[in-house]
């Protein structure tokens, strides 16, 4: 299976910071990589497919990057709604893997 | 408008079993791919099973020989049926829509399966 690691798990910022995630597979996963968004109690929220494709309405301050087995999810000036915890996803093969996730707080 | 409605989960015995369904419109399932996720209390997501446009599936090792996949056309659902459930099942279980290249796409709102004694 491949694993898929995301830094940091936990990340504190402010409204308006420019922020950063990380995810890394343990083989090259082409660009099949989603991103999504998760709030308690919600279903993830699709946010970015093949490493860099903006799924339509969500916010052009969302952006993603990479191939391989390195990827980012960069957020380019926090707002109040984008606290959330971020996931990665590998859709390259079967099992489908997921990173851990990381928790975006209010610094 | 896409929409997936799962239902059926509840709270079961070890051992138990329960059969997971979800509701679909604004596609036909029978030509797409459909998941099944779940996701634990406090953990991130977890690919559970698909099944193809063609009828196949696949599951996680986790599931395989307990978990059975299935859908009806005429109804446009998915099934679930999970057998010989365990403590480390107990999750929210999500059914959602693969679209071609994009992955994951669509996701429902989920039902919740507590699997104790």
């Known amino acids: 299976d491949i694993q898929m690691t995301q830094s940091p798990s936990t990340l504190s910022a402010s409204v308006g910071d420019r922020v950063t995630i990380t995810c890394r597979a343990s083989q090259s996963i082409s660009n099949w990589l989603a991103w999504y968004q998760q709030k308690p109690g919600k279903a993830p929220k699709f946010l970015i497919y093949k490493a860099s494709a903006l799924e339509t309405s969500v916010p052009l301050r969302f952006s993603g990057s990479g191939s391989g087995t390195e990827f980012t999810l960069t957020i380019s000036s926090l707002q109040p709604d984008d606290f959330a915890t971020y996931y990665c996803?590998?859709?390259?093969?079967?099992?489908?893997?997921f990173g851990q996730g990381t928790k975006l707080e209010i610094k | 408008e896409v929409q997936l409605v799962e239902s059926g989960g509840g709270l079961i015995q070890p051992g138990g079993s329960l059969r997971l369904s979800c509701a679909a419109s604004?596609?036909?399932?029978?030509?797409?791919?459909i998941n099944w996720v779940r996701q634990a209390p406090g953990k991130g997501p977890e690919w559970v099973s698909v099944?193809?446009?063609?009828?196949?599936?696949k599951y996680a090792d986790s599931v395989k020989g307990r978990f059975t996949i299935s859908r009806d056309s005429s109804k446009n659902m998915v099934y679930l049926q999970m057998n010989s459930l365990r403590a480390e099942d107990t999750a929210m279980y999500y059914c959602?829509?693969?679209?071609?290249?994009?992955?994951?796409?669509?996701w429902g709102q989920g039902t919740l399966v507590a699997v104790s004694s």
């Open positions: 099944i193809y446009s063609d009828g196949s599936s």
């Open positions: 996803q590998q859709y390259n093969s079967y099992p489908y893997t």
């Open positions: 959602a829509r693969q679209v071609a290249a994009a992955g994951i796409m669509y």
């Open positions: 604004g596609f036909i399932v029978s030509s797409n791919y």
